[in-house]
Nanobody
Framework: QVQLMESGGGLVQPGGSLRLSCATS????????MGWYRQAPGKERELVAR???????NYAGSVKGRFTISRDSAKNTVYLQMNSLKPEDTAVYYC?????????????WGQGTQVTVSS
């Protein structure tokens, strides 16, 4: 059983910063992808950032230069440092982890954490 525990969301003023964390627990998963998605009210869930094999990173164009994804492999934890936050960053942020258990590939989702950017 693999579980994801997210933390770090909250209310912040425009221009402020937040750091999201997602810790993975459970046995057997060989993680090769960790990422963050977000879903604003009335919109589809979208990729924010992901890190593959602990090396390669992808970012949505709207967050490039403001958000940074990183991974602590020893702790099986992924972080999303969000700077210069804008009201349009307001959404529920979901952690997504993918990896192998035996020959199968599986993905898991966190429960989501609310980020609200407002003055």
């Amino acid at each position: 059983q693999v579980q994801l525990m997210e933390s770090g969301g909250g209310l912040v003023q425009p221009g402020g910063s937040l750091r999201l964390s997602c810790a993975t627990s459970g046995s057997g998963l060989s993680i090769n992808m960790m990422g963050w998605y977000r879903q604003a009210p009335g919109k589809e869930r979208e990729l924010v950032a992901r890190i593959i094999s602990g090396i390669s990173t992808n970012y949505a164009g709207s967050v490039k230069g403001r958000f940074t994804i990183s991974r602590d492999s020893a702790k099986n934890t992924v972080y999303l440092q969000m700077n210069s936050l804008k009201p349009e960053d307001t959404a529920v942020y979901y952690c997504n982890v993918g990896g192998n258990i035996g020959l199968g590939y599986y993905t898991y989702w966190g429960q989501g954490t609310q980020v609200t950017v407002s003055s």
